[in-house]
C-alpha cells in the first residue's frame, strides 16, 4: 500500500510534497495509517488530537496514545480538549454534529494560526460510500452523490482511494498499533448501522461493490462537470446583479425545459429547503417570498429577486450621541459644522436644533409620511416608494432616520423639509450616508 500512496500523492497530489501538513489524528486505525504513510514518505506533517470528553477514560487514553505516537515518530502534536455535551446542548445540535464543528473550527484556527498548507483527514473509500448512502437514504441531488471531495479548500483526503480492507492490511503487515473507539461498534448512529450491517450484506452479493461504486461517482462527477457548464449559460441569460441583489427573470426561467430543476441548482448555495415553494413562486402574486436562515427569494413583478435576509437588522437602532452608527445600507455619521452645500442622496444637512435625541433608524410602517424636501405638502413614504419605482426588496432595505415620531431623512434618497436650514440657523449637523 505504501507503494501505491505514493504514487497517488505524486500523481494527484503532487503539492502535499512540498507543503506544511497537520494531520487530524482521533488514534483510530484510519488516522493511524495515514500518519505512517506520510511519514514513511518523509512529508512535512504534524498531528492534531481533539478529546472530545465523550467516553471518560477512553477519551484520556486515545490522548496519551496519540501523544506517544508523535514522540515515536518525532512529530509535533496539538491537542485540544472540547466540553462537547455543553456545546450541543447550547447550539442545539446532535453531539456529532457538535463534535464535527468544534473540531474543524480548531483545525483551521490551527492552519492559520501556524501556517499549514493544508489539513489531512484520513477519510477512504468505505467512508465515501456510507456517505454516499446516508445522503441517499434522506433524499439528495447531485450533490449529495458524488461522494467526499478529495480537496475541499484546504482540505485533503489522500486515502480516499483506499479500501478498509486495505488500511486494515498494512496496519497488520506493519505491526502498527492504534486505538478502537467503542463508539464505533454500537448501531444506533446510522453511519454504523450501514457500516456493520447494510455494506457487509452489499459486499457479499458484489464483492466489487467499492470498484463499481468508485466508477459511478466518477461517471456523476463527470455529469456534474456538464451541468455546471449549462449552468454558466442558463445564468447569462436569466440572472442579473443589480446593487448586491440577483435578479431571476421569470420569463426567461419559465422557458427551460425544467424550471424547477434549474431553480434549485441555481439556488442551492442559499440554504434553502422548500423547493416545491419556490417553484410556486414562479405564478404567485408580486410580494410572496421563501426565506432560508440566510436569504430571500421574492417575488416582484417580472423577476424573484434573491437578497440576504434582513429581518435581524430590523430592530430599531438609537443615536444617543453624534458617534459614527452601522445600518443595512452603510455608516450613518454626524458632523456639525458651520457651512452647507446642497443636499445629495447621500448628505443631508439640517438644523440640529430641531433634532429631539435620541434619534431613531428603523424601517418604515404603513401610514408613514414626510415632507419631501424640495416639494410642496407631504407624501405618504408607500406612495414615495411608488413614484421612485422601488422594487419590493429596495423597500424592505430603505431605513428612515427619525425624530420622535417624525422623519428626518428617507437614508439614501430624500430628507425632510421640516428640518432643513433656514435663515434662522445657529447649528448645522451634517449627516452622512457611507456605503
Not at 345 to 374: A, E, H, M, Q, S
Amino acid at each position: 500500500m505504501l507503494k501505491a500512496f505514493k504514487t497517488h500523492i505524486n500523481n494527484n497530489l503532487p503539492f502535499l510534497n512540498k507543503s506544511k501538513l497537520l494531520i487530524t489524528v482521533s488514534g483510530g486505525i484510519d488516522s493511524v495509517v495515514l500518519t505512517h504513510l506520510c511519514h514513511n514518505l518523509q512529508l512535512d506533517v504534524s498531528l492534531a488530537h481533539c478529546n472530545f470528553h465523550l467516553r471518560e477514560e477512553e477519551s484520556d487514553a486515545d490522548e496519551t496514545f496519540v501523544m506517544q505516537l508523535a514522540d515515536n515518530l518525532q512529530l509535533e502534536a496539538f491537542v485540544e480538549h472540547f466540553n462537547t455535551n455543553v456545546y450541543a446542548k447550547t447550539q442545539k445540535l446532535s453531539t456529532q454534529m457538535a463534535a464535527r464543528e468544534l473540531r474543524y473550527a480548531w483545525f483551521h484556527e490551527l492552519a492559520v494560526q501556524l501556517d499549514f498548507d493544508y489539513i489531512l483527514t484520513a477519510h477512504h473509500a468505505d467512508d465515501n460510500l456510507e456517505t454516499f448512502l446516508i445522503n441517499l437514504t434522506r433524499g439528495t441531488g447531485l450533490e449529495g452523490l458524488t461522494g467526499i471531495p478529495e480537496i475541499n479548500e484546504n482540505i485533503v483526503r489522500p486515502l480516499l482511494p483506499f479500501s478498509r480492507t486495505e488500511i486494515e492490511a498494512y496496519a497488520q503487515e506493519n505491526k502498527i498499533t492504534w486505538r478502537d473507539d467503542s463508539s464505533n461498534a454500537s448501531t444506533k448512529y446510522l453511519r454504523n448501522k450501514l457500516r456493520h450491517d447494510v455494506i457487509p450484506t452489499l459486499k457479499t452479493i458484489n464483492p466489487q461493490l467499492l470498484e463499481n461504486f468508485s466508477k459511478t461517482q466518477q461517471h456523476l462527477s463527470a455529469s456534474k462537470t456538464i451541468i455546471h457548464d449549462a449552468l454558466k449559460q442558463v445564468y447569462k441569460h436569466v440572472v442579473t446583479e443589480k446593487e448586491g441583489m440577483l435578479m431571476f427573470d421569470i420569463s426567461a426561467l419559465k422557458k427551460l425545459s425544467n424550471p424547477k430543476t434549474y431553480l434549485y441548482e441555481l439556488l442551492n448555495d442559499y440554504g434553502f429547503t422548500a423547493w416545491d415553494d419556490i417553484t410556486n413562486l414562479l405564478d404567485a402574486q408580486s410580494g410572496k417570498s421563501v426565506s432560508s436562515q440566510t436569504h430571500v427569494l421574492l417575488k416582484d413583478r417580472d423577476f424573484l429577486i434573491l437578497s440576504e435576509n434582513l429581518n435581524s437588522e430590523s430592530t430599531p437602532i438609537l443615536v444617543n450621541h453624534l458617534e459614527p452608527v452601522k445600518i443595512t445600507s452603510g455608516v450613518l455619521s454626524f458632523q456639525e459644522v458651520n457651512d452647507f452645500v446642497d443636499n445629495d442622496l447621500n448628505n443631508i444637512y439640517v438644523d440640529k436644533d430641531l433634532l429631539k435625541f435620541p434619534l431613531t433608524v428603523r424601517t418604515w410602517k404603513k401610514g408613514d409620511y414626510f415632507c419631501p424636501f424640495g416639494m410642496k405638502g407631504s407624501k405618504k413614504i408607500s406612495k414615495y416608494f411608488k413614484d421612485e419605482k422601488l422594487s419590493l426588496f429596495a423597500k424592505e432595505q430603505v431605513r428612515l432616520l427619525c425624530s420622535e415620531e417624525q422623519i428626518v431623512w428617507v437614508i439614501g434618497y430624500r430628507m425632510d423639509s421640516r428640518f432643513k436650514i433656514t435663515n434662522s440657523t445657529t447649528n448645522i449637523l451634517k449627516i452622512t450616508l457611507t456605503k
